[in-house]
């Protein structure tokens, strides 16, 4: 079956890291787009970066940008969120996801992300 499954959420204080896992199963994750997301309560969901198939290139958006790190382990079939210094608005739960109908996609490309992880909370505070 396909399926994601995020792991490494947790509480941590203001300033400190985190390293979020998405491990896919039923399909290799390497051929796809794998997208981070997160929603946090009385928000809307938001993208938080981007890792495209083939190339691995990466998007991030701008709150992320010089703290977050995206990467992709083939062997594991498993998508990375090496999250730094971490902010209390960074507080939400993250979910992964993936076009499972467009192989080959690039995080520019128009992406429909129809397989989603079950999402694991992050909390930022002191």
């Known amino acids: 079956q396909v399926q994601l499954v995020e792991s490494g959420g947790g509480l941590v204080e203001p300033g400190g890291s985190l390293r979020l896992s998405c491990a896919a199963s039923g399909f290799v994750l390497n051929y796809y787009v794998i997208g981070w997301f997160r929603q946090a309560p009385g928000k809307e969901r938001e993208g938080v970066s981007c890792i495209s198939s083939t190339d691995d290139s990466t998007k991030y958006a701008d709150a992320a940008k010089g703290r977050f790190t995206i990467s992709r382990d083939n062997a594991k079939n498993t998508v990375y969120l090496q999250m730094n210094s971490l902010k209390p608005e960074d507080t939400a739960v993250y979910y992964c996801?993936?076009?499972?109908?467009?192989?080959?996609?690039?995080?520019?490309?128009?992406?429909?992300?129809?397989?989603w992880g079950q999402g694991t909370q992050v909390t930022v505070s002191s």
């Open positions: 996801a993936t076009d499972l109908t467009h192989s080959g996609y690039r995080c520019d490309d128009e992406t429909s992300f129809d397989v």
